[in-house]
């Protein structure tokens, strides 16, 4: 109790708390390395345990074969178990942050991490770091929960659980904070990147010091000064990137779709997907796995325009399919690798220019990388900070900003969303970002109604109503017919109009039958109703068939309500 306590109202014990959400996300990325790495050494007989899978220039074809289709195998398994026992998707930290204000299921955080390593493992074409942000962002939700945090307070503690676990997954802090910002929380404030930062920092030092100096940098020859012509062609490299990645986001949901018309059994769906990426595997272990191990260690590799450009649909093809049959994974690393090939095809293509003879292809290679991730992931600046540190190359930061803003406005202006928010619009939520929404859910007329105290019958003489409701004692009467059943909204104003004969009912001055709102309506519907209908306050009933009064809300109170939430949000938005 004491240190919840301290941890609601000192910032400086949120920070220490941030810090060492950091360390335990760290530890997260260690265990889920280790159980791949290890997974790949086991399964495909590599070498040596410290090399990775997409590094190999060779791997025997039976084992390339078999077992992704095994691992396939037992993931569909997984997944009819899944979806038999439990009705509901897994919850990630953008969908929590965005909807449930930071709450998520650490059990299910851990399922999700652990399938992550296992697809990663048998060779799906996944990358861990979906895994890594979701152990990490669980981890922190159910220390944040346990804490009893602020809604606010444990947003940021999710994005500092998943930045930190991006951060030390690729041994750079900046990029780690800037995703658990941009991707992870959504809006930017001092205190808000004050924590986040914190929590990168001890990220990326525990897994330095669990893994022997974490990641190494990208081995890549870059130029030591930009010249002028690159910028250009780091824009035009970062527009086609943002084309490609909207044809592999459309490829993965297309292929979903197919599945689910063609009504293929979800716990066949892996099997076949492990067999197109066992087949391609078997031509190249570079299309399996994430490629993280081969961007590492072959980026400076030249390869020839032909050879770049099949690698990159082959890998193309086995993430899709990989994702769209359910191996469990994202497309961050895949896209880096994938940016990288793209890269290198562009470059081979530029360097025939009579002017841009100066650049070598790893250049190129790094823009492409960059831009394609964040065209399907989002980010530009975490891609941008990500480049750099992995790079330690300050003198392309604006060519690969240049790119990276090209794609993202690219994919902006003919797609709309990133990978995870498209997801999230097939299943019809409207999330277009991890900015609280969830608040405008959870601000529903149910709690904002009052009972009514004002009700009388459609049959009541309008001498009988003048009687019981004279003016002054309310503003409006809620009417019933026969069946109690709720008719509309009378107005004391308009019975006591002195044309009203006294020995009429009060039925043809009844307003609004078709005009209420539902308890579960949320605050924006219920302001769209009031200005289609035209009126200051609306009945509340439990549905359309039924009809029974539960309550009415005015227009001025929901407005006000609506009004207050708006300026909670600006004042955790600035810091105030």
């Known amino acids: 109790m004491h240190v919840r306590a301290l941890v609601r109202t000192d910032e ?89 204000g930071g709450k998520m299921s650490l059990r299910d955080s851990i399922i999700v991490a652990m399938q992550t390593s296992f697809s990663n493992g048998v060779g799906g074409s996944v990358g861990q770091e979906a895994g890594y942000a979701q152990f990490g962002g669980g981890l922190a939700s159910w220390v944040g929960q346990h804490l009893r945090l602020r809604r606010n307070d444990l947003r940021v503690l999710v994005g500092c659980g998943a930045g930190a676990a991006i951060g030390g997954a690729f041994n750079a802090p900046l990029c780690g904070a800037f995703y658990g910002i941009e991707l992870v929380i959504g809006t930017y404030s001092l205190p808000t990147l004050t924590m986040v930062v914190i ?130 994974g994202g497309l961050f690393f895949a896209a880096l690798f994938m940016g990288s090939l ?48 992995s790079t330690n190359n300050f003198s392309i930061t604006i060519a690969v900003l240049m790119a990276a803003i090209a794609a993202s406005l690219t994919v902006r202006r003919f797609f709309g969303y990133s990978f995870t928010t498209w997801r999230f619009h097939l299943r019809g939520e409207t999330i277009r970002s991890a900015v609280d929404i969830g608040w405008i859910h959870n601000l529903t007329v149910g709690r904002m109604m009052r009972r009514n105290q004002y009700i009388t019958q459609e049959t009541t003489a309008i001498a009988d109503f003048k009687t019981e409701f004279p003016l002054g004692r309310t503003q409006y009467v809620v009417v019933l017919d026969e069946n109690q059943h709720y008719a509309g ?8 109009a002195p044309d009203a004969a006294a020995e009429d009912s009060i039925q043809h001055l009844v307003r609004h039958r078709d005009d209420f709102l539902v308890p579960q309506a949320t605050v924006k519907e219920a302001i769209r109703a009031f200005e289609k209908a035209e009126c200051d306050v609306l009945a509340v009933i439990d549905g359309e068939e039924t009809r029974q009064v539960l309550g009415v809300l005015t227009e001025q109170y929901a407005l006000r309500r609506y009004s207050e939430e708006l300026d909670q949000r600006r004042r955790e938005l600035s810091g105030e």
């Not at 074969?65 to 953008?94: E, K, Q």
């Not at 000064?225 to 527009?239: E, N, Q, R, S």
């Not at 293509?349 to 790094?366: D, N, T």
């Open 12 to 100: 400086i014990w949120l920070a220490m708390l941030a810090a060492v959400v950091g360390v335990l996300s760290g530890f997260c990325v260690y265990l889920m390395d280790f159980l791949s790495h290890h997974f790949h050494f086991w399964f495909f007989a590599l070498p040596n345990l410290d090399e990775g899978l997409s590094q190999q220039t060779h791997i025997d074809p039976l084992r390339a074969i078999f077992v992704p289709i095994l691992g396939g195998a037992v993931l569909g398994s997984v997944a009819w178990l899944l979806g038999r026992y439990r009705m509901t998707n897994f919850v990630d930290p953008v969908e929590a942050n965005a909807l449930y």
């Open 199 to 328: 929590s990168s920092l001890s990220g990326t030092l525990a897994v330095e010091l669990l893994m022997n100096g974490g990641v190494r940098p990208l081995n890549v020859v870059l130029p030591t000064h930009t010249p002028g012509y690159a910028y250009p062609l780091a824009v035009l490299l970062g527009i086609i990137a943002g084309f490609v990645g909207i044809a592999i986001m459309r490829a993965v949901t297309s292929l979903e779709a197919v599945f689910r018309r063609t009504g293929v059994p979800i716990w066949l769906r892996p099997i076949i997907g492990g067999v197109v990426v066992g087949l391609l595997g078997s031509i190249t272990p570079k299309v399996m796995a994430s490629g993280n191990s081969s961007l590492h260690t072959q980026l400076a590799v030249v390869y020839p325009f032909m050879l770049a450009v099949a690698l990159l649909v082959m890998k193309s093809t086995a993430s899709a399919f990989s994702i769209a049959t359910g191996f469990r």
């Open 342 to 389: 793209l890269g290198r095809a562009y470059g081979d293509v530029a360097v025939m220019l009579p002017f841009a003879h100066g650049v070598p292809i790893g250049f190129y290679a790094v823009v492409g990388m960059a831009a394609l991730a964040t065209s399907i992931v989002s980010g530009t600046m975490t891609m941008t900070f990500l480049t750099l540190e």
């Open 489 to 496: 909204l009378a107005y004391p104003s308009e019975v006591h």
